[in-house]
């Protein structure tokens, strides 16, 4: 990881909060989608806003919702009834800026292209080959992948490819990352160490991170404020501003009252008593 303050992604990430419109704004929102046994609403009655630079998490219970609020903010699926907005603009599309990573990085990447070629896909028809090279240099130090530019993905480890997928929408430099359980097939460790990889590329490039994700910790440790879609069809139930201090450390971090607080208002939020948090 490329801790340089001087990088040319870096901003002020506090001055990027709350300035012109928020990233998102839903009023009222409903989805219905159909399916073999007919048409369900999933989200209802649905009021978020997303504000510039903020890290926000989404939880709830299998089939709450979270991944369709995902498709609608990122533009794949259009909304039934209610407002969508994307920088004050109604959502028909994927918004410019707004990139996403989803949990499947195997599929998401060209095994015959190396992790360079790769990281280019989204770039490469719109910028000269020095623009490019530039940006893939610097999406890959970022994730701390420069040595591995000219490997293979099917070389890499599971944690290594999620980090090319996310060097891929670096290099576009979005003003929004949608990630969809990104870290929800990887092992503890990899997990950990992406996770706060995630947090110094946040702190790198200010961008506003909408997380989807059902592990309690990990919304907890990430974000700076999560939601809990809840009912059926859902809506927003529990709303928690989460203000640890940064940066956060997987250990200390997670040993603070504030901290286990959170934790278990969320579980709590998602149906779970104490004894089984």
């Keep these: 990881m490329n801790e340089e303050k001087g990088h040319s992604m870096t901003i002020d990430q506090d001055a990027g909060r709350d300035v012109g419109p928020p990233s998102f704004d839903c009023r009222d929102l409903e989805v219905t989608l159909v399916g073999a046994s007919g048409a369900a609403v999933i989200l209802q009655h649905v009021d978020l806003q997303v504000r510039q630079g903020e890290f926000l998490s989404i939880l709830g219970t299998s089939g709450s919702g979270k991944t369709t609020l995902l ?33 499947n990085y195997a ?48 070389r890499l480890s599971g944690g290594m490819q999620q ?10 430099r979005p003003s929004v990352l949608l990630m969809d359980e990104p870290f929800g097939a990887l092992d503890a460790m990899t997990k950990a160490s992406l996770q706060d990889q995630l947090q110094q590329v946040q702190e790198l490039t200010g961008t506003t991170i909408v997380f989807v994700t059902h592990d309690v910790e990990e919304a907890v440790y990430l974000s700076d404020r999560v939601v809990v879609l809840k009912g059926r069809p859902a809506n927003v139930g529990v709303e928690l501003d989460v203000q640890l201090a940064r940066p956060r450390h997987q250990v200390t971090t997670k040993e603070q009252p504030d901290y286990l607080q959170l934790r278990h208002q969320i579980y709590e939020a998602l149906g779970h008593g104490v004894g089984h948090a």
């Design 107 to 154: 599929h998401s990447l060209l095994p015959w292209r190396t992790v360079r070629k790769n990281v280019a896909l989204g770039i490469e028809r719109n910028l000269s080959k020095s623009e490019c090279a530039e940006r893939i240099q610097e999406a890959l130090s970022i994730v701390g992948l420069e040595a591995s530019a000219d490997e293979y993905p099917w």
């Design 71 to 103: 498709r609608v903010l990122g533009g794949l699926q259009q909304a039934s009834s209610g407002a969508a907005e994307s920088g004050g603009k109604t959502i028909t599309g994927p918004p410019d800026g707004v990139v996403t990573v989803f949990q």
């Design 163 to 172: 980090r090319v997928q996310i060097a891929r929408a670096l290099a576009m």
